[in-house]
C-alpha cells in the first residue's frame, strides 16, 4: 500500500519534472526542474531496493551534473529565455521525432523480451519479501563492487580510460597561455 | 628548512595564548579592550558619569563632530572652526554630509556654515572628511548611545548636535587632541614667524626704496627742482 | 508498519532537536572564543525578560538573536525570483537535517531492533552522506542566482567552484577510511575502530588532516569564506536575505557543520568510542558530541587565527596540494594495510607524505615572485 502511494507520488513529481524543465522558458528554472526529476529518479531507485544506485543518483547528476548544467548555462546569454524566437515547423517536426524515437529505443528490447517487461517496479518491491524485509542488511555495495571488478572489469577500466582522456583534454584545452621572458602574461 | 605548514601552527599558538590568558593572567584579564557598561538603573541619575568620556576606550571612533574652541557656556558659533568650505562634503564617499554656507545682511559669505548636517544612518565612520579638513574642524567623536525611535530625524545629526568643544576632545582622545593642538599651534608660530619675516623683509625694502630715493633726489636736485620727491613703494 | 514509523520518528526527531538547540549553544560559544582571541568579552549580559537580572554570561544571546530575526521585516529584492529566493534557504537546511541522521548517533534508549533500521547502519551511509551534501551547493547557487544581486552571483558562483573542488580531497580522503573497513556504512565504520581509532595510523592522521581542511571549505569556513568575504562581496550569497531566511540559512550553515565534523569523528575518531562506554551505553552520543565539539573548537579557534585566502590560492590549493596528496594516501594506505607493522609503517608513511606535501608546497611556490599589475601602475 505504502510503496504503491509513494511510487505514484514520486511518478508524478518525476514526471512533472521532467515536463517543466522542458517547457520552462528560463533556463535555470528548466535545469532545477530537470533536477527535481533526477531526485524523483533517485527515490525511485530506492523503491527499486537499488540504494547504492539512488545514492550514486544523487551524488553524480544533482550534485556534479546538475552545477555542471547551471555553469554551463551561465556562460551563456539569454538565461531568462525571454527573448528567444519560438520553434518552427521543421524544429518540432525533428523534436517530436527525437521524443518518440529515443523511448521506443529503450523500452523495445523490453517489449520484445517477456521476462523483463514483467519486472515493473511495484512487482519487486511487492513480490520480494525476502529482500523487503532484508533491505539494510543486504550488501548491495559488496555485490555491486564483485560484479564490477570481476564480470565488467574491462569496460569499466574503458570507461575510465576514457574519463581520464577527457579531463586531460579538458585541462588542455582550458590551460594558462605561455608566459613569457618577462613573467608576465601574453594576452589570449 | 621550515618545517610544512609550521606558520599556520605558530600563528594558532599566539591565538590560544591570547585565549587561555584572557581567563587566566591578571595583567591582561584587566586590560580587555571591552569596558563594562555603565548601566541607567545601576547607579542614581546624577551620579552616572558621562558615557563618551568615561566607558569606551580612548582609540573608538564612531561618528564626526565639529570643533569649537569656546569655555564653557559661550556661543559655540562664536568660535566654530568650521569655515564651511564645503571640502568634506564634496570628499565624502556616501555623501552623508550637508552644508549650506552663512550670508550676513548685505549678501556677504561670513565664513561660517548655517547648516551642517551629517546623516549617521549613511555615515560609515571611514574618516575622510577628518583628513581633508585644513582647518581642524570636523574630528570623530565616540558616542555610541545612538539608538533613536526616529529612523529619518532622529539619525540625522544637526549642526548644534555636532558642536562639541575642543575641551571634550581632549577628554575623548586626549592624545590626538594634544597632538592636533601642539601642530596647530606649531603652525600657527611658523605662519606668524614667516608672517613677521615678510613684513620685516617688507619693511627693509620700503627703507631701501625710500633712502634710494632721498639719494636720487639729493642726487639731482639741480635738473629738475620741480620734481616731486620719489615716494617708496 | 505503525511501529516502524514510531521508531523512525523516536529516531530523528532527538537528532533534529539536539543538534538545532546546540546550534545556538555553538553561536555563543564562537563569539565568546572569538572574542576572547581577540582580547575582548563578548556577548556577557542578556536580559532574563521582566527581571532585573543580567548576569547571565550571554547565554541568552541567541535567544535574543532568533527572536530579532523572527520579527524582522521579510525583504524580496525587487526583480528577485520569488519562488526560489524562497526555496533556497529551505534547501539549505533540509539537506543539512537530512545527513544528521546518517551519523551513528546511538540515542540512549535505542534499542536493537532500532539501531538496525538506523540510517547509519544503511550499506551506502557514507555515500548518501557526500550526495546529501553535494545539494547544499544547489541552495548556495539558486540563492546567488534568485536575488538578482551581483554580488550574491559572485557568491554563488565561489561557492559553487569553491565546493565542487574540494569535494574531491574530502571523498577521496574518506575513501581510504572505506577501504581499510571494507563497507560504507556508518556503524560497521564505527564498529571496526573499537579498539584503534584510525586517527592513530599513519595515513589516518594524513587522510584526517586533508578531510578536514576540505571539510572547511565545504562548509565555507575561515580561512575558506570566500563565498559570504565580507571584505569583498559584503555578503556573497546571502546578502539580499533578511528575517528569517537568513535565520534558516544560518542554522543550515551550523547544521552541515555539525554533519561534516560528526562524519569526521565517525570515520577518525571512532564514533562514539570512548572510555566506559563498554559499561555504560548512554555515554556512547556523549562522547560523540564531545568529539564534535572538540573539532568545532579548532575550527573557531582557525578561524579567529588566520587570514583569508584568494581566489586563485584556493583553487590551486585544492588541485594541486590536496588533490594529489589525497590520491597518494590511498597508495600509501593500501601498502601500509597489507604491511601491517606499526614499526616499520609510521615512519615510511611520515617520510613518504610529507615528502610529498613539501614537494608539492615548492612546485606552488616556484612561480611566486615580485608581483606585476597590468593597470595598478
Known sequence: MIEQVAFYILSAVAVLGALLAVSRRNLVHGV???????????????????????????????????????????????????????????????????????????????????????AAPIVVAQGNPALANNATQANTVKALGKVLMEKYVVPLEVLALLLTAALIGAVAVAHAPEKDASGKDTPA | MKLLGSGIFKGMAVTLENFVRSYFDRDRKHHLFTKEYAWKSDAPADQLPARADTTVTTRSRNFPMLLHDGKGSEDPMASIRCVACQICERECPPQCIFIE??????????????????????????????????????????????????????????????????????????????????RMAREKAEKEAKQAAADAAKKKAAELAAEKAAELAAAKPKVDPAAPTATPQ | ??????????????????????????????????????????????????????????????????????????????????????????????PA????????????????????????????????????????????????????????????MRAVAQMVSYEIPLVLS???????????????????????????????????????????????????????????????????????????????????????????VTLFFGGGNGPWVQAHPWLSCVWFLAKIFGLIFIIIWLRGTVPRLRVDQLMAFAWKFLMPLSILNLFVAAVALKVQQPWLTWPLCALVLYAAAHGLSRLQQKNVGPRTYQYAE
Not at chain 1, 521543421?90 to 517489449?111: D, E, K, S, T
Not at chain 3, 537535517?97 to 534508549?109: E, I, K, N, Q, T
Request: proline share 4%.
Open chain 1, 32 to 118: 532545477f526542474a530537470l533536477l527535481l526529476f533526477f531526485a524523483a529518479l533517485s527515490g525511485l531507485f530506492v523503491m527499486l531496493l537499488a540504494d547504492y544506485v539512488a545514492a550514486v543518483q544523487v551524488l553524480v547528476y544533482i550534485g556534479a551534473v546538475g552545477i555542471l548544467l547551471l555553469f554551463t548555462i551561465m556562460l551563456t546569454e539569454h538565461v531568462t529565455g525571454d527573448d528567444l524566437r519560438r520553434l518552427g515547423v521543421r524544429g518540432w517536426f525533428w523534436g517530436l521525432l527525437l521524443a518518440v524515437a529515443v523511448p521506443a529505443v529503450l523500452i523495445l528490447p523490453a517489449v520484445l523480451n517477456e521476462k523483463s517487461a514483467k
Open chain 2, 101 to 182: 554656507k552663512e550670508y550676513d545682511a548685505n549678501g556677504k559669505f561670513v565664513k561660517r556654515p548655517v547648516i551642517f548636517d551629517i546623516d549617521i544612518s549613511v555615515c560609515m565612520s571611514c574618516q575622510i572628511c577628518v583628513e581633508v579638513c585644513p582647518f581642524d574642524a570636523i574630528v570623530m567623536n565616540s558616542e555610541f548611545e545612538l539608538s533613536n525611535n526616529d529612523r529619518f530625524n532622529g539619525l540625522l545629526v544637526r549642526r548644534d548636535a555636532l558642536l562639541k568643544s575642543n575641551d571634550y576632545y581632549h577628554r575623548i582622545h586626549p592624545e590626538e587632541a594634544q597632538e592636533r593642538d601642539d
Open chain 3, 1 to 94: 508498519m505503525i511501529d516502524t514509523l514510531i521508531h523512525i520518528l523516536a529516531l530523528t526527531a532527538p537528532v533534529a532537536m539536539i543538534f538545532a538547540s546546540l546550534f545556538a549553544f555553538t553561536t555563543w560559544l564562537e563569539r565568546k572564543i572569538l572574542a576572547r582571541i581577540q582580547n575582548r568579552i563578548g556577548p556577557n549580559y542578556i536580559n532574563i525578560p521582566f527581571t532585573k537580572f543580567r548576569k547571565t554570561f550571554g547565554l541568552l544571546q541567541p535567544a535574543a538573536d532568533g527572536f530579532k530575526m523572527l520579527v524582522k521585516e521579510d525583504i524580496v529584492p525587487h526583480g528577485a525570483d520569488r519562488f526560489l529566493h524562497l526555496l533556497a534557504p529551505i534547501l539549505a537546511l533540509v
Open chain 3, 97 to 156: 537535517m537530512m545527513v544528521l541522521c546518517l551519523l551513528p548517533f546511538d540515542l540512549p534508549f535505542a534499542n536493537e531492533s532500532m539501531k538496525r533500521i538506523h540510517a547509519a547502519a544503511l550499506d551506502n551511509a557514507v555515500l548518501l552522506f557526500f550526495g546529501i551534501t553535494s545539494i547544499n551547493t544547489l541552495a548556495v547557487f539558486m540563492a546567488g542566482w534568485a536575488s538578482r544581486n551581483k554580488y550574491s552571483l559572485l557568491g554563488g
Open chain 3, 174 to 264: 574518506a575513501a581510504v577510511v572505506i577501504m581499510a573497513v571494507g563497507s560504507l556504512s556508518a556503524q560497521k565504520i564505527v564498529a571496526a575502530q573499537s579498539t584503534h581509532w584510525f586517527i592513530f595510523t599513519p595515513w589516518g592522521l594524513a587522510a584526517f588532516f586533508i578531510f578536514f581542511i576540505a571539510s572547511l571549505a565545504e562548509t565555507n569556513r575561515s580561512p575558506f569564506d570566500l563565498p559570504e568575504a565580507e571584505s569583498e562581496i559584503i555578503a556573497g550569497y546571502f546578502t539580499e536575505y533578511s528575517g528569517f531566511k537568513f535565520a534558516l540559512f544560518f542554522l543550515g550553515e551550523y547544521l552541515s557543520i555539525f554533519a561534516i565534523n560528526g562524519l569526521a
